[in-house]
C-alpha cells in the first residue's frame, strides 16, 4: 500500500533525462523556464498524493525493472516476479477500494502505467491485465465470495491472472464469439467450458482466466473465473505465443478449453452481453492512452541525449539542426497535449462523467501520435537504431501493438464517428 513515506522519494529518470537537467531554455529573474520535460506543467494538476505515487512508481521502474528489460526482450523471458513486487508496493489493481487495493485516483492509476510504460510496453502489458482486466472485472461485477476470494492475493501479485476476450476468428468482433458454456454432464453445480481465445497476455503463467463465453440457456455472453488448479488435465491448455515482433518483454499465449469445468458460482451473477467485457477494456485502455505517453517521453528523452552527444558536419551536435529539432518539438507537444487529455478524461471518470468515447478518444490518438513520433525519432539515429541497445526501436515495435490491440485504431475511429454522426459504420 503506498505510505506517506514515499513523498520522500526523489524523483527517479533514466540517465538521458538526468543529463536534460542541466540544459533548460533560456529564463530571467521574471520568467520561469521552459521545462521541456513536462513543458504544459502538468504536473501542477496532480494532487500531493499523485505526485509521491508517481515518484515510487517511476523510482521502482527505474532502478527494478529498466535493468531487466534488455534481456527480457532479447530473449521473450518475462519475469513474474516484477507483478509481486509490484504487489509490495500496492501498484497491481490501486484504483480499486477495499480487499487490499490502495484506492487511488484514475490518474494515479495512469501515472503508474506511464512509469511501468517509460520502461516497456510489455511490462505495462502484463500489469494492466492483472490490474485493469481482471481485478476490475472482478471488483466491477463478482460476487462479495469472488472478490474475497481472489483480488486480496491478486493485489499482493500472489496471484496472477489473464482475460480471455479475442479469439481466433474473432478479433475487432467480439459479438461473434464461438466459446461456449454449457452445464456439466454429469458434475450438479458445474459448467463446461468449450473454445479457444488467443493473443492473451499473461495466459501461460494465469493462476485464475477470465473467460467469456456464450452462455447456452439464453446465448448472452457471461464471465466466467476459471482456476487453472481446478481443471483436470486435458480441459485447459495455454501454450506461449513466441517469436513476436513486439511486447516481446511480456509473455502472451493461447487458451484452449475442451470440457473445461467451471462452477456455476464462479461464473458473474448479472452482467450481460458485450458490456462486461468492454467496461474493464475501458479502465485498461484510460492505462494505455497515459502509458504510451510514457513510452513517447523515453523516446523523446533518449533521442535528446543521443542528438546532443552525436557529432557530425563540422564536429556540431546533431542537436543543433534544424530538422532534428523539429522532430523534437513535435513530439514534445504531442506528449505534453496527450498527458493533459488523459488528465482530464481521468478526472471525468472519477466524477461519472466520463464517456466511452472520451475513453476511445485518447486511447486512439495517443497511441497514433506515440507511434507516430517514435518512428520519425528513430531517425535521428540513424544506422545505430538498428541496435537495441538504444532502445528507440523496441519502443517502436511495442507501440504498433498498443495501437492494435484492445479496439484496433480504425476501430475507435468509427467508434468516434458513430457518436458524431449517430450512424453505425461496423454493420
Not at 256 to 261: A, G, H, I, T, Y
Request: aromatic share 8%; hydrophobic share 35%.
Amino acid at each position: 500500500m503506498f505510505r506517506p513515506a514515499v513523498r520522500r522519494c526523489a524523483r527517479p529518470f533514466t540517465t538521458s533525462f538526468r543529463q536534460g537537467r542541466a540544459a533548460r531554455s533560456y529564463a530571467s529573474a521574471s520568467h520561469p523556464a521552459f521545462d521541456w520535460e513536462d513543458p504544459l506543467a502538468s504536473k501542477s494538476l496532480l494532487t500531493e498524493d499523485e505526485l509521491a505515487i508517481s515518484e515510487t512508481a517511476e523510482r521502482y521502474c527505474q532502478e527494478r525493472m529498466l535493468p531487466r528489460v534488455l534481456e527480457a526482450y532479447r530473449n521473450e523471458n518475462y519475469d513474474a516476479k516484477i507483478l509481486s513486487e509490484m504487489g509490495e508496493l500496492g501498484l497491481l489493481g490501486s484504483n480499486l477500494e477495499g480487499y487490499g487495493c490502495a484506492g487511488v485516483s484514475t490518474v494515479a492509476s495512469g501515472l503508474i502505467t506511464r512509469a511501468v510504460e517509460r520502461v516497456d510496453s510489455g511490462y505495462r502489458s502484463g500489469m494492466s491485465v492483472q490490474s485493469s482486466l481482471v481485478m476490475g472485472g472482478i471488483h466491477e461485477f463478482g460476487t462479495d465470495e469472488q472478490k474475497q476470494k481472489f483480488l486480496p492475493e491478486m493485489a499482493k501479485g500472489k496471484m496472477l491472472g489473464c482475460f480471455g476476450l479475442t479469439e481466433p476468428n474473432h478479433g475487432s468482433d467480439p459479438g461473434s464469439m464461438e466459446t461456449t458454456a454449457r452445464p456439466h454432464p454429469t458434475k450438479k453445480g458445474y459448467l463446461v467450458l468449450n473454445g479457444a481465445k488467443t493473443w492473451i497476455t499473461n495466459s501461460p503463467i494465469a493462476d485464475v482466466l477470465m473467460v467469456w463465453a456464450k452462455f447456452h440457456e439464453t446465448g448472452k455472453i457471461r464471465g466466467f473465473l476459471v482456476e487453472r488448479k481446478d481443471c483436470p488435465a486435458g480441459t485447459l491448455e495455454t501454450p506461449a505465443i513466441k517469436n513476436k515482433n513486439g511486447l516481446r518483454a511480456s509473455i502472451t499465449g493461447m487458451i484452449q478449453m475442451d470440457n473445461c469445468p467451471v462452477p456455476e458460482a464462479n461464473m458473474f451473477p448479472d452482467v450481460e452481453g458485450l458490456s462486461g467485457p468492454f467496461t474493464c477494456l475501458n479502465s485498461a485502455r484510460y492505462g494505455i492512452a497515459l502509458g504510451t505517453m510514457g513510452a513517447l517521453e523515453d523516446c523523446i528523452a533518449r533521442t535528446r541525449a543521443y542528438a546532443l552527444e552525436r557529432r557530425q558536419f563540422k564536429n556540431n551536435p546533431i542537436a543543433k539542426y534544424q530538422l532534428v529539432q523539429k522532430k523534437l518539438a513535435d513530439a514534445v507537444t504531442d506528449a505534453a497535449y496527450g498527458t493533459l487529455a488523459a488528465i482530464q478524461v481521468g478526472r471525468l471518470k472519477d466524477e461519472g462523467k466520463a464517456t466511452p468515447e472520451m475513453i476511445s478518444m485518447i486511447k486512439r490518438q495517443n497511441c497514433d501520435r506515440a507511434l507516430s513520433n517514435a518512428r520519425v525519432l528513430q531517425e535521428v539515429f540513424g544506422g545505430n537504431a538498428v541496435s537495441d541497445e538504444y532502445g528507440i526501436g523496441r519502443h517502436v515495435a511495442n507501440l504498433f501493438v498498443t495501437q492494435t490491440y484492445e479496439g484496433q485504431s480504425d476501430i475507435h475511429s468509427l467508434i468516434l464517428g458513430r457518436a458524431i454522426t449517430g450512424l453505425q459504420a461496423f454493420v
